[in-house]
């Protein structure tokens, strides 16, 4: 998701600037509920934070979350330290594109007007303070759906074994 804010990443302060949140997760893990689609940020996946030049990985676990019945798309803060351990809404983006969505395939770039608990974030080396957004603050969001390593491997794995098998029947004959 990018979009444009105010604010500051582990002390260097932006103004108007791009931030970039990158949310590069397992979508065999996604969860859906009465409208509600969540990935929770496991292990192995990773939620970067860019702006100005900085870049820094949350220390918090992240959620993402479609709620389709309200057309938007977000991230959530699931334990944050600095308000007593409280989920706390990171960003949202507002399109009707994801009144389907399901967080399992890809999307996008899809616009939209934005939101934000305008609040401080934690991240490993510091804070994200998202403290305003320029006028009309609009972002975008894209997700690129990859198959998973053992996908891959499942599907080579006949390729490679192939020409084996071929000349252990030459033999044979």
Same mark, same amino acid.
């Given at each position: 998701?990018? &979009? ?12 108007? +600037?791009? !931030? ?20 929770? +940020?496991?292990?192995?996946?990773? !939620?970067?934070? %860019? ?9 918090? $676990?992240? /959620? ?10 977000? &991230?959530?803060?699931? %334990? ?7 989920? !706390?809404?990171?960003? +949202?983006? %507002?399109?009707?594109? &994801?009144?389907?969505? /399901? ?5 996008? $770039?899809?616009?939209? =007007? ?5 609040? /401080?974030?934690?991240?490993? /080396? ?12 609009? =972002?975008? &969001?894209?997700?690129? +759906? ?28």
């Amino acid at each position: 998701m990018t &979009f444009d804010a105010y604010g500051a990443l582990d002390g260097t302060s932006f103004n108007d +600037a791009l !931030v970039t949140i990158v949310f590069t997760g397992d979508t065999g893990q996604v969860s859906c509920s009465s409208g509600d689609c969540t990935l929770v +940020a496991g292990s192995g996946d990773t !939620v970067t934070v %860019n702006a100005s030049g900085v870049t820094d990985t949350f220390a918090d $676990p992240i /959620e993402i979350i479609d709620k389709q019945s309200s057309d938007q798309v977000g &991230f959530i803060d699931l %334990n944050d330290a600095e308000y007593g351990g409280a989920q !706390v809404s990171l960003v +949202a983006l %507002n399109n009707t594109a &994801f009144a389907t969505y /399901e967080l399992e395939s890809s999307i996008g $770039p899809d616009s939209g =007007g934005m939101g934000s608990g305008f609040l /401080e974030y934690t991240t490993s /080396e510091g804070y994200l303070n998202i403290s305003s957004f320029p006028g009309g603050a609009t =972002g975008t &969001f894209d997700a690129a +759906a990859a198959p998973e390593p053992t996908v891959a491997a499942l599907v080579t794995l006949p390729l490679v074994l192939m020409p084996l098998f071929r000349r252990k029947l030459r033999r044979a004959r």
